[in-house]
């Protein structure tokens, strides 16, 4: 078809006000497939770390590093066409490493990859992402391909999760004259299918179950269920409103499944959920917080405190007072877990990212989030708050709005220092939207924002306070992550010192910075996506600061939203 005519098809497609910009020359696919692909090569590495049983270590850091690179091109306007192969080579690496090490052959991993590239090469070029995202998303590939001895999912779910791809693959390499309004949105239930797939496979892996859980059997209804919803004659609302009900479903189960059977494994849940303790009992956390009096208030191994590069325990609260004060209102009511908070959040930015994309690339955010191991892990299972990426969320959505915008980025700084990366680039991309005047009066909203929420915290405790919140970024804390400082720590290469992973941090986010206020209109999503990038170069690079670096991808990339009507300054 050629695109006259494609575009006159989107027109008139059913679907219009979802698909007419939907146009597959000018990269939005690709950019789209390649995100995609981030989310299942991060997934695949965690995957890999849980079947071996091994904490932090090289394979993991390279996957991440994987992850980070092509990440980056998901984030050009027009990424170079060889980046299809660049993710597939990436991706098959990963996956073929893991069977090499922790199967006996790594041949049959090889030969699924070979089947994917032979069916990215007979795919359409402009669908051709999607079809490595599919490969790369499907973690069960671990299951059959890489632990042979040990069944990690259900026979039931094994057989759903294999329909899921191959339903997906089949509507990629289908040479009939399907609408592109069709293909897409059947390719999107396929992709999201398979997201829920992955996740069921990375719940087995924390918490096993004999039978077939309840989030197994929605898992099951959706692999066979979507597919054929996909080609039901409905409306399109109603039809995105049922299959983002069942999948945001089978992911809440799969939370409840992981806080019910896991108790506590991480300082940081401890250390939120006792500062909340203390603040309703009207004490200043910062003032009076001890880590190793949380840890053992919770009943929890000491030698998960985190240490300073001296060795010593960390003592001092280190975030800002709002991730506590969020919590605090369910701490008072009695709320045992505090994660269950957490996966609400997590439910609620599934619903709120992607009521705010065409309907058309909704099922594709889901799986950023569904699909993603990190956020399993990290988020529910380990506990670490996701209020500041709801928040800068909701900031970046709301950002005609001029009071509001920089409220809600204010109060995700004074959540988590992980939203502080965000606010230059917040700052550059509104000085080029609106103007200096306009970029100055919000940063001056934010920073207010933050600072009235921890103000009253640090004149009470100023230098406890100080050294908590500073201590991630600037405190001798010990080195950790799944950046470049593993390969110190693993002895490949040598470890320099902390100054010298700040600096090359620093560069890499000031570079980053240059090149976006520069070229801003060779990158789409930047703003959101670039700022987190530096960090797998830092002293400390742990995986949840990437945690939702391929949703922010989808999230800001403006050809995704609605047509945007000018902006409110109300």
């Known amino acids: 078809m050629r695109e006259p005519k494609l575009a006159e098809a989107l027109r008139r497609s059913p679907d219009v006000t979802v698909e007419r910009r939907f146009d597959p020359r000018l990269g939005v696919a690709l950019r789209v497939g390649l995100a995609l692909t981030a989310t299942g090569i991060a997934s695949a590495g965690l995957g890999r770390r849980a079947l071996s049983g091994s904490g932090a ?44 090490a922790l199967a006996e052959t790594p041949f049959a991993m090889a030969a699924f990859f070979a089947v994917a590239a032979l069916a990215t ?81 990375d719940r087995h892996l924390a918490v096993g179950s004999s039978g077939l859980a309840p989030d197994d059997v929605f898992g099951i209804l959706i692999a066979f269920g979507l597919p054929l919803l996909a080609y039901a004659r409905w409306r399109a609302p109603l039809r995105d409103a049922i299959a983002t009900g069942l999948v945001l479903t089978t992911f809440a189960l799969v939370g409840l499944a992981c806080i019910v059977a896991v108790p506590y494994h991480a300082d940081a849940v401890a250390a939120l959920h006792r500062s909340a303790e203390l603040f309703v009992s009207g004490q200043d956390p910062y003032a009076v917080f001890d880590l190793p009096e949380a840890l053992a208030r919770f009943h929890m191994d000491p030698q998960l405190a985190t240490h300073l590069d001296d060795g010593t325990v ?7 007072a709002l991730s506590f004060l969020v919590v605090a209102p369910f701490v008072a009511l009695g709320l045992g877990d505090v994660r269950w908070v957490f996966l609400a959040e997590v439910l609620i930015l599934g619903l709120v990212a992607t009521s705010r994309l065409r309907l058309a690339w909704r099922p594709m955010a889901l799986a950023t989030i569904v699909g993603n191991a990190i956020v399993l892990r990290q988020q529910i299972l380990a506990g670490i708050d996701p ?96 950046g470049l400082i593993r390969f110190g720590l693993a002895g490949i290469g040598p470890l320099l010192a902390r100054g010298v992973y700040g600096a090359l941090a620093l560069v ?25 990038v530096p960090l797998y170069f830092a002293w400390r690079s742990l995986q949840n600061y990437f945690v939702l670096g391929t949703l922010f991808a989808l999230i800001a990339d403006a050809e995704l939203a609605p047509e945007v009507p000018p902006p409110i300054t109300s």
């Open 57 to 100: 270590d090289v394979p993991l850091a390279v996957a991440f590093g994987c992850f980070v690179v092509v990440l980056m091109l998901a984030t050009l306007q027009r990424p170079p066409r060889a980046s299809v192969w660049i993710a597939l080579a990436l991706t098959a690496g990963v996956y073929v490493a893991t069977a090499r």
């Open 121 to 201: 090469w007979r795919t359409a070029p402009h669908l051709r992402a999607f079809t490595v995202a599919a490969f790369a998303l499907w973690t069960p590939a671990l299951d059959l391909f890489a632990s042979p001895d040990v069944a990690v999912l259900p026979a039931p779910v094994l057989i759903a999760a294999m329909f899921a791809l191959g339903y997906t693959v089949l509507v990629l390499v289908d040479p009939s004259r399907v609408h592109p309004s069709d293909r897409l949105r059947r390719l999107g239930f396929g992709i999201v299918a398979i997201a829920v797939m992955a996740a069921l496979f």
């Open 314 to 320: 960390l003592h001092t609260y280190n975030y800002p």
């Open 387 to 482: 209020t500041w990426a709801l928040l800068v969320v909701a900031s970046w959505l709301a950002l005609r709005r001029s009071w509001l915008s920089p409220i809600l980025l204010g109060l995700a700084c004074a959540a988590r220092q992980t939203a502080w990366f965000v606010a230059p680039f917040y700052v550059a991309f509104v000085w080029q939207r609106w103007g200096s005047r306009e970029a100055v009066r919000r940063a001056a909203v934010a920073g207010a924002v933050t600072l009235v929420v921890n103000l009253p915290f640090a004149l009470l405790a100023p230098q406890r306070f100080i050294e908590g919140v500073s201590a991630p970024l600037l405190g001798p804390l010990e080195p950790d992550g799944v």
């Open 508 to 532: 890499v986010f000031a570079a980053l910075l240059v090149v976006f206020a520069r070229w801003r209109r060779a990158v789409t999503s930047a703003p959101l996506v670039w700022p987190f």
